[in-house]
């Protein structure tokens, strides 16, 4: 069973440019989570979604982040226009929807620069 | 708000020895979950253990073990018989059902041969 899965592994753009992170979730993961770890912080929680739905957008830090899952499949983060303040891993957590244990199962991450 | 404290930035082991990875935690709820996470230097995150709070039985998975001192709000990791593999960040996080989870500052684990 393939993982979840997140693209790119790393991006470097400049202050003002646009970025989209895309989140594939293992298959029939009906929850998706986005976290954000800045350099030496804590993992820190972005949104959760429920199949298409938001069911908590509470970590978005700024309007800047839009993020969508359309038909509940992938997800994507974009964060439109970057600051430097945006650099960090951005992680990508699954998990089943009403699932027995009721573990979130993490991609590797994608490495933004914002230079 | 629930907040994870890891206290120990960085911890070494020899190998073969036994080290504890410190984790502390607020909450109001009852039922919840904690979670031990390890990232090595890949950078894929996987899951090492996990913890109902209902339980009273500490968990274990092979050489990982935890003490969960749910009146003291204390989970810590025990790694036995360390191994170069298990260097890595290690994470302590705290969910509830369904829900997002909460992450302590991460401990950096050195093994030394």
């Known amino acids: 069973e393939a993982g979840v899965t997140q693209f790119p592994s790393h991006s470097v753009i400049e202050k003002g440019q646009t970025v989209t992170l895309r989140c594939d979730p293992i298959?029939?993961?009906?929850?998706l989570y986005w976290y954000r770890r800045v350099m030496g912080k804590e993992i820190k929680f972005l949104l959760h979604f429920v199949k298409e739905s938001k069911q908590d957008e509470s970590g978005m830090p700024n309007n800047r982040f839009l993020a969508e899952r359309t038909g509940g499949t992938y997800s994507t983060l974009k964060v439109q226009p970057a600051e430097l303040e945006d650099s960090g891993v951005y992680f990508c957590a699954s998990s089943q929807l009403r699932g027995w244990p009721d573990t979130q199962y993490f991609g590797p991450g994608t490495r933004l620069t914002v230079l | 708000a629930q907040t994870v404290t890891q206290s120990q930035p960085e911890m070494s082991v020899q190998e073969a020895e036994t080290v504890t990875l410190s984790c502390t935690y607020d909450?109001?709820?009852?039922?919840?979950?904690l979670f031990w996470y390890k990232q090595p230097p890949s950078r894929q995150m996987i899951l090492v253990i996990r913890q109902e709070a209902y339980k009273q039985q500490n968990a274990t998975e092979n050489r990982f073990s935890v003490n969960f001192q749910k009146a003291a709000k204390s989970f810590s990791l025990k790694i036995s018989d360390s191994q170069l593999g298990d260097a890595a960040m290690y994470f302590c996080a705290y969910g509830l059902y369904g829900n997002k989870l909460v992450f302590g500052a991460g401990t950096i684990l050195r093994v030394k041969s």
């Open positions: 298959s029939g993961h009906d929850n």
């Open positions: 909450t109001s709820e009852s039922d919840y979950y």
